[in-house]
């Protein structure tokens, strides 16, 4: 069964950093791609950023130059270093894995104060 359980949520204020991880059951190989997605109460859900199997990433207009998503194949782990955080990056961040179909996590909060 494949698992991908997040962490690193939590509370910061506006500037600061987080850094998200999510750890899959299975190699990241399995995956065509890893991606981190958000929804912000009364939101769709939305991407954030995503890393296909040859490294090539995309991200959200919304976080690009302030978000960096990366990937450690090793321990089957993927990354999200948050910087310059505000406000409207206040969601519950999702990690998400494509074989293609989709795997989810659970979900970690991450609340930006000002």
């Known amino acids: 069964q494949v698992q991908l359980v997040e962490s690193g949520g939590g509370l910061v204020q506006a500037g600061g950093s987080l850094r998200l991880s999510c750890q899959a059951s299975?190699?990241?190989?399995?995956?065509?791609?890893m991606g981190w997605y958000r929804q912000a109460p009364g939101k769709q859900r939305e991407l954030v950023a995503e890393?296909?199997?040859?490294?090539?990433?995309n991200y959200a207009d919304s976080v690009k130059g302030r978000f960096t998503i990366s990937k450690d194949n090793a321990n089957n782990t993927i990354f999200l270093q948050m910087n310059s955080l505000k406000r409207e990056d206040t969601a519950v961040y999702y990690c998400?894995?494509?074989?293609?179909?989709?795997?989810w996590g659970q979900g970690t909060q991450v609340t930006v104060s000002s």
């Open positions: 890393i296909n199997s040859d490294g090539v990433t």
């Open positions: 299975i190699s990241l190989f399995s995956f065509n791609s």
């Open positions: 998400r894995g494509r074989r293609p179909t989709n795997y």
